[in-house]
């Protein structure tokens, strides 16, 4: 008990101890925004993985749509509903 009561009056210790609670809760950069932040950054790049993987696939379409005036034809048709003058078109749609 006395080596307890000995350090707590030391000033370097008190002095130790109130820097180290005022970095872990008070201070803005604080370990429990440093850890929600790293867990953010964790999510994003997990983001940035799937988003980069997504626009390697529609560059390659892209690529072959541009290659191929068939492709082109057959995808401005079905998705911009684009027909010729002498055609008719019926859209069919589920429920």
Same mark, same amino acid.
């Given at each position: 008990?006395?080596?307890?009561?000995?350090?707590?009056?030391?000033?370097?210790?008190?002095?130790?101890?109130?820097?180290?609670?005022?970095?872990?809760?008070? /201070?803005?950069?604080?370990?429990?925004?440093?850890?929600?932040?790293?867990?953010?950054?964790?999510?994003?790049? /997990?983001?940035?993985?799937?988003?980069?993987?997504?626009?390697?696939?529609?560059?390659?379409?892209?690529?072959?749509?541009?290659?191929?005036?068939?492709?082109?034809?057959?995808?401005?048709?079905?998705?911009?509903?684009?027909?010729?003058?002498?055609? /008719?078109?019926?859209?069919?749609?589920?429920?």
């Amino acid at each position: 008990m006395m080596k307890l009561i000995k350090y707590s009056s030391n000033f370097y210790v008190l002095a130790t101890l109130v820097f180290l609670f005022w970095m872990i809760f008070i /201070d803005s950069n604080n370990l429990v925004n440093h850890f929600r932040l790293s867990h953010k950054l964790y999510q994003l790049e /997990d983001q940035k993985e799937f988003y980069l993987e997504k626009k390697g696939k529609i560059t390659a379409e892209r690529e072959e749509l541009m290659s191929n005036p068939e492709l082109l034809e057959k995808f401005a048709r079905e998705r911009y509903l684009m027909k010729k003058q002498t055609e /008719d078109l019926y859209v069919v749609v589920e429920k």
